[in-house]
Every structure is written in structure tokens, then in C-alpha cells.
């Protein structure tokens, strides 16, 4: 087996994991904004826990094709998952189901894209909003006292998410073109 397959193969078992994990996560007994925290910090089962733990694991940089394509695929995944037990347990309301699916919609346009054309800006032009929202309104309902907070905090989550969708699909990607294109 080549390097290559072996290191597809270790890719699709983290993966494979991660979404196994999601729904573990999801049955737990446990506040929905914690889960939702552990969601996003799942995303690190890829790459970034195997990577510290393993001496020998996948190249994850974002130069990688094949690992942004399957974190992407993953991703969506899960957040399938997160948004039909968000709307099958009424965490939030009808209207609040509505906007979370939009951007949900809004993001797997911009995935789509990505994945068919293989251009990152695609995922900074249909920034990621649906998980951190998704966040941001857990913990809300959670601390009712946060309430009369809600646009701010939506606020500074939109461009809290702007700010590092660029710094992932557009900054990052361009830079490191440059650092190969000059070595």
C-alpha cells in the first residue's frame, strides 16, 4: 500500500471517528451549549490532537486537497447532525430553526462550491456562521440574563467568524502559495 493510501486511509478513520463521536456527544446529558462546544472541538480529531499524540500521521496542511476536502465533507456531516437534533429536541424556536437552517444553506452553498471547483475563497465568501450561531444561542438561552444582549453578541460573532474565515481561506492559502512558489 502506498504512503499515500495509507495516509487517505488514517484520514477517513479520524474522520469516521469524528462524526461516531458526534453522536455520542449528542445523546449526552449535558447543557446543549457544551455540546455544542464539544462539537467544535472534535473538529481537532483529524489533525490536530493525532498529530501531537502520533509521530507518524497525516500531512494536514492546508495545502492538502484531499484532507480539506474530507474535513469539509465532515464537517457537513456533522452539522447535518447538530441541526436535526437542534429541530427534533425544540432547543430553539420554529423561527430560530429557520435561520439556523438558512445558514446551514448559506454555508453548504459555499462548501458545494469548494468542493467542485477546489477554490477556497468559495468558504470565505459563504462564511461558516451556522456553528458559532448555533453557539452563541445555546449559551443565551441557557443565561437568560444574556438575552437582552442578542444582537451584539450575534454581532460580534458574525465578525469574529469573517475575520477567520479570511485568515483560513484567503490569507493562509495565499501566503503559503507564496512560501512554495518562492522555495
Known sequence: MSDTNLQKKKLLLSDCIRVIITYIILLLNIPDFVKIFL?????T?????????????????????????????????????LLIYIINKNVFSSSMNKVLIGLFAFRLVGTSLFLAKNNHSYLFYFPNFFLEVCLALSIIFYLPTLKKYLIPILFGVFIYKLIQEYYLHVYKPSHNRKENFTE
Open 45 to 81: 480529531l483529524d489533525c490536530g490532537v493525532p498529530v501531537l499524540l502520533l509521530d507518524d500521521w497525516i500531512d494536514c496542511k492546508d495545502t492538502s486537497v484531499f484532507y480539506q476536502q474530507m474535513d469539509k465533507i465532515t464537517d457537513t456531516i456533522t452539522y447535518i447532525m
Open 39 to 43: 462539537i467544535m472541538i472534535s473538529d
